[in-house]
């Protein structure tokens, strides 16, 4: 009996003891679905990422017996994963982290989760090969990624310093808090990516706005029935009209002149019927009326715009009627100028023509002077040759001078063609140094370099002979008693061939150079050199009828240096 009755006792003993371990399980059951019933509930509560990535840490840590737990959050557009929440030891009610971490996938331990998406406990991360000190830090820990439809969203990490510290319950609860959590967090970042769609829409509105009330035209817009929706202080001052006004209101009763009424109301038609409208997209020149009944010319375009099913039309409205005026004006001075242009193209020829003649008459009669003064009193030619020379010398002068102007006027006329062909510029440079230099008292002469390989340019021969004859004559001219000038010509560029002029005389001050290639313009510098002003000046029309440029480097007392360059085709 009493050994029956102690193993009855010591049944009902381990019973109880079982019935005691089955309630504290229970009892702990009980606890933790109260904290993920808790943890539910205040996650709810949570509508933005930030916060309800420290709901997590801070539950883990308060609820769940963790005493450790960050998490990282994926920045989809940085591609790579933030802590947005670290929650341990020392707790911090400020909810921020003075240096946050953040990583790519597969960086460390933790980045090896995020890419596999598997969760996993580390006994010590110190021995795992895949550990990172900044990131890893700690014996042993636990990572569980937060996935939502198969993608990885986050990470809740808990680090401990005891090895091998974390168990199989510790991940099935950390588990079960990130699936809880997944869907939240899609919905704080759906709201986050709505949330910053919206500001920028709202930023873009405000641009838009900024840039429609500043605009210098006026912008107006109007619904399908043509009743204006938009007006734009722009156009309060060219119409006189205020927005409360128009609004509302249709366009033909506040700008549109009366004979335009019809064509306005049989194009909107003609749109709304087939959406095929002539006056829409592009820029058209028409009246339009101001609150003073004043009508005046406008430069318009209309832009269709279809926004929510509903069609509207924008206007981009230029009063041109100070410009109508200035364009009108500046073509009555162009037909002027035009004609004072030819007026002055025949005058040119005429007073030419009319100068030849007596010229030729002068030269002649003095010739014959000269002629007989030779076969009658020899010793007397001797004495009176020298101003015989003189006449014939002033003569020519006035001749080239002659020539000049009328080859100007010509030129301003646009009666010079250009006729190009295929020609050797080194051959045709020399023809044009003999024929100059030949015969000259001093015996100077000019030097020719040639760079690159030669190839054959497209030039008007007769035109670039005056362009040569002027340059090589002008270096001679303006450099006496100097070592001979230099010629370059250099092929080193495929599409051009660059003339050079370089001679070592008197030289062009900094001021004259600018107006250097203007009609009858002379350095200050050349006293007693005989000039026209004209040479340059029709060098530089010659050359740009070549496509071509014509620049000048020059110091006085050192000489000048002309560049020309022309296309080879």
């Keep these: 009996y009493l050994i029956s009755n102690k193993m009855n006792q010591e049944k009902i003993q381990q019973k109880q003891e079982a019935l005691k371990t089955k309630n504290a399980e229970l009892d702990q059951q009980k606890k933790f679905l109260s904290s993920i019933n808790s943890f539910v509930t205040n996650l709810l509560d949570q509508e933005d990422i930030l916060s309800v990535s420290w709901e997590i840490a801070e539950n883990v840590i308060e ?214 409208g002539p006056a829409l997209n592009q820029r058209l020149e028409l009246t339009a009326i101001r609150k003073t009944k004043e009508e005046f010319p406008i430069e318009l375009t209309i832009i269709p715009i279809m926004q929510a099913g509903e069609r509207s039309f924008t206007a981009f409205i230029r009063d041109i009627t100070l410009a109508k005026s200035t364009k009108d004006e500046m073509e009555k001075s162009l037909a002027k100028e035009r004609e004072l242009n030819e007026f002055k193209s025949r005058f040119v020829s005429m007073t030419s023509h009319e100068f030849r003649t007596p010229l030729t008459t002068i030269k002649q009669n003095v010739d014959l002077i000269g002629f007989q003064l030779e076969m009658e009193n020899s010793k007397a030619m001797e004495k009176y040759g020298k101003y015989f020379n003189r006449i014939d010398s002033e003569i020519g002068r006035v001749t080239n001078l002659m020539n000049d102007i009328l080859l100007l006027g010509k030129i301003e006329a646009g009666k010079v063609e250009i006729k190009k062909r295929a020609n050797d510029l080194v051959n045709f440079a020399q023809v044009c140094i003999q024929k100059i230099c030949q015969g000259r008292a001093d015996n100077r002469s000019i030097q020719l370099q040639i760079i690159g390989v030669q190839q054959p340019i497209q030039m008007d021969a007769q035109l670039m002979e005056h362009v040569l004859t002027n340059l090589l004559s002008n270096a001679l001219k303006y450099s006496p008693d100097t070592e001979d000038p230099i010629l370059i010509i250099s092929f080193a560029k495929l599409s051009e061939v660059k003339i050079t002029c370089k001679d070592f005389g008197i030289g062009i001050p900094k001021k004259d150079q600018k107006g250097l290639f203007s009609s009858f313009y002379r350095a200050t510098n050349v006293r007693n050199i005989q000039g026209t002003g004209l040479g340059l000046s029709i060098m530089k029309e010659f050359v740009q009828m070549h496509k071509g440029t014509i620049s000048v480097i020059s110091e006085v007392d050192k000489g000048a240096e002309f560049i020309i360059t022309l296309p080879t085709s």
């Design 63 to 276: 609820n769940f017996g963790f005493t450790d737990c960050e998490v990282y959050i994926l920045n989809e557009e940085k591609q790579r994963f933030e802590q947005l929440a670290s929650y341990g030891l020392q707790k911090s009610t400020s909810r921020e982290i003075e240096s946050p971490i953040h990583f790519c996938l597969g960086e460390g331990i933790i980045g090896s989760v995020a890419i596999n998406g598997i969760a996993e406990i580390v006994i010590n991360s110190k021995k795992d090969p895949r550990y990172l000190e900044r990131l890893d830090g700690g014996q042993s820990m636990v990572c569980v990624p937060i996935i939502y439809e198969g993608k990885v969203l986050g990470l809740i990490v808990s680090k401990h310093k005891q090895e091998d510290f974390f168990t199989i319950k510790h991940l099935e609860t950390l588990s079960t808090i990130a699936n809880i959590a997944a869907s939240r967090l899609k919905i704080a970042k759906a709201k986050r990516k709505q949330s910053k769609a919206e500001t920028e829409l709202r930023d873009s509105e405000k641009k838009l706005r900024q840039v429609i009330e500043s605009a210098l035209d006026a912008i107006i817009t109007i619904d399908s029935r043509g009743r204006i929706k938009e007006w734009n202080p722009r156009a309060e001052e060219i119409f006189g009209w205020k927005l409360e006004e128009v609004i509302g209101k249709m366009l033909t009763e506040n700008i549109i002149p009366n004979h335009h009424h019809q064509s306005h109301e049989q194009g909107m038609e003609k749109y709304m019927a087939t959406g095929v």
